[in-house]
């Protein structure tokens, strides 16, 4: 009992969080009436500098890592983001009044990993002292570009099936184009320049400072327009729904089990193992929707963009980080 306990109240704690509140205050005054608005493009620069901070500090830390111990937990997080794919190809593809199409591309959507939710995760396990690998946060391209991949080639495998054309699917310019999306590009940058060069003077005090009040802007933008894509969101299957509120954690959890087994082999820290499942329960919000929509162009943007921004993303964030928090507080 005294387990069930303290996880809960590790549960309630993380939720009073500054990120996660500023996550849940954004959805809140847009439920009131709020006209706040925050320009696009102040939106596209935050995420650049939250993803370039991440990756200069996990460019850093990689540079002086054991490439050894980063080799299982790189490997289950391509594994995880495959699985994922597969899952919502079996499952929510599947299911009475969904287009197969559209069920890939969520699946897809939500196999790809959210820059926010992962720099979200990062300072939920700072401000609670849990210590993670530098290098973690790194993980994001292994997990990111296998789910794209598939879920593009698993569609067009279908289109190309049920319109009768035999014509070959090619790998390589969905992986470019992966690659060249801005949030995959802005990290790899960053991890990079962290990796060749020495920028840690730039980062102790440029990126470091911001990086919180940044976050929490992105948090309250992302809370206003998860609020208003339940507009569209309402025109799909209610399907798409269910899948955005319940797979998330599922999808955190089976990261949070291969992650317990890295901690087993190699040494996987807790706060990795956490981490982990943090951007395995992550639905992208950059590069995956232009990526799903020139790979899928069939598929309803409306389904796929509206069950990761409107549900998929406030359940990752404010049930799914205090979670898996609260869990690797009983398990290790």
């Not at 309630?12 to 996660?20: F, K």
């Not at 959507?109 to 210590?131: E, K, N, P, Q, R």
């Not at 005090?205 to 976050?215: A, I, K, M, S, V």
């Not at 992302?222 to 025109?235: D, P, Q, S, T």
Request: charged fraction near 10%; include cysteine; glycine fraction near 12%.
């Amino acid at each position: 009992m005294e387990p069930l306990i303290g996880f809960l109240a590790k549960f309630v704690s993380q939720l009073q969080s500054p990120t996660l509140a500023f996550l849940l205050g954004g959805i809140l005054i847009a439920a009131l009436g709020s006209r706040l608005t925050i320009p696009d493009s102040i939106y596209k620069f935050i995420v650049f500098m939250l993803l370039m901070k991440v990756g200069l500090k996990g460019g850093m830390a990689i540079s002086e890592a054991d490439l050894g111990a980063m080799l299982v937990p790189a490997l289950f997080a391509a594994l995880i983001g495959c699985l994922i794919v597969l899952i919502g190809r079996f499952t929510l593809a599947k299911l009475p009044g969904i287009r197969t199409e559209d069920g890939i591309a969520t699946a897809g959507l939500f196999g790809a990993v959210s820059g926010s939710t992962l720099a979200a995760g990062m300072v939920v396990l700072d401000t609670s002292g849990i210590a993670y690998e530098p290098w973690a946060p790194a993980l994001y391209p292994f997990m990111d570009i296998p789910a794209l991949v598939l879920a593009i080639v698993l569609a067009s495998l279908y289109l190309k099936r049920k319109d009768g054309s035999g014509e070959k699917v090619e790998i390589w310019p969905i992986v470019k184009e992966s690659l060249q999306g801005s949030a995959l590009s802005a990290l790899l940058l960053g991890i990079a320049l962290g990796l060749f060069t020495n920028p840690g003077k730039v980062v102790d005090t440029f990126y470091e400072p911001l990086f919180r009040g940044l976050l929490s802007v992105l948090m309250l933008i992302m809370g206003i327009e998860a609020y208003a894509r339940l507009k569209e969101f309402r025109h799909v299957a209610h399907w798409f729904a269910v899948y955005a509120a319940v797979m998330p954690i599922v999808h955190g959890l089976i990261a949070f089990g291969l992650g317990y087994i890295a901690h087993v082999t190699v040494g996987f820290s807790p706060g990795g193992v956490v981490l982990l499942a943090v951007i395995a329960g992550s639905s992208s919000d950059i590069s995956g929707p232009p990526t799903l929509r020139a790979g899928i162009p069939t598929a309803n943007p409306s389904a796929y963009i509206g069950a990761s921004t409107s549900i998929g993303t406030p359940v990752a964030i404010a049930i799914g980080i205090p979670l898996y928090i609260g869990l690797a507080g009983i398990v290790f």
